[in-house]
């Protein structure tokens, strides 16, 4: 079946200006995560949203930052007056949490450009 | 908050010679998993380790599962080109989230 998506591929912004990145999940998975990955760097986890349960935002760097999720479907990540400093690949992931083994499948990301 | 460790950061190989990367978790952890991403590309799962003292195979790969259920190791015998790459461990998972280590990238020469 189809793995996880994520839109645009490529942003590029100018600084000031909002964004909005896609991630469309596995279907059936109720874990979703957002990360950041800047170039050569770690996976900077951003948010978690599992099922109905209020999502963990222990992550998001700033109050610039923010994301939603419908249901167990789509997830938006909205950075608002990007900075330069938010250039980065964008990566979502999926997972069915169930408890068992819990592969986490990545989308491809965005990657982002802030000029 | 759970923190995951790993060293080093950064190994460069000859192709051929052995690698390991160490991962270590400040709480015990459920399980272990570890993921692969390529230059370029997302991470990508390799194996999830459950047991205490667990270890499992993958041909030239080999991952260990503490005794305490706190820390991890993959090993790689015999590097090749093809294992170019960042190798991440992550802890927890399930109803929990998952908590990725801080990743060792690797280098082969040829």
């Known amino acids: 079946g189809a793995g996880v998506s994520q839109s645009p591929s490529n942003k590029v912004t100018e600084k000031g200006k909002d964004v909005e990145l896609r991630c469309d999940p596995i279907?059936?998975?109720?874990?979703l995560y957002w990360y950041r990955q800047s170039l050569g760097q770690g996976l900077e986890f951003l948010i978690y949203?599992?099922?109905?349960?209020?999502?963990?935002k222990s992550g998001l760097p700033s109050d610039r930052f923010s994301a939603e999720r419908t249901g167990e479907s789509v997830s938006t990540l909205t950075i608002q007056r990007t900075q330069q400093e938010d250039s980065a690949v964008y990566l979502c992931?999926?997972?069915?949490?169930?408890?068992?083994?819990?592969?986490?499948?990545f989308g491809p990301g965005t990657r982002l450009t802030v000029l | 908050g759970q923190q995951v460790m790993q060293i080093p950061q950064y190994q460069h190989v000859q192709e051929g010679e052995d690698f390991t990367t160490y991962c270590n978790s400040s709480?015990?952890?459920?399980?272990i998993q570890w993921y692969k991403q390529r230059p370029g590309g997302h991470p990508v799962f390799l194996i999830q380790?459950?047991?205490?003292?667990e270890v499992k195979k993958q041909k030239r790969l080999t991952f260990q599962f503490g005794e305490a259920k706190k820390n991890s190791s993959l090993h790689i015998t015999a590097t090749q080109t093809t294992d170019v790459g960042t190798y991440f461990c992550?802890?927890?998972?399930?109803?929990?989230?998952?908590?990725f280590g801080t990743g060792t990238r690797l280098l082969v020469s040829p």
């Open positions: 279907s059936g998975h109720t874990a």
């Open positions: 380790l459950v047991k205490s003292g």
């Open positions: 709480t015990t952890l459920s399980n």
């Open positions: 992550a802890g927890g998972g399930g109803f929990q989230k998952l908590v």
């Open positions: 992931a999926s997972s069915l949490a169930t408890g068992g083994t819990d592969t986490q499948y």
């Open positions: 949203f599992q099922g109905n349960s209020a999502p963990d």
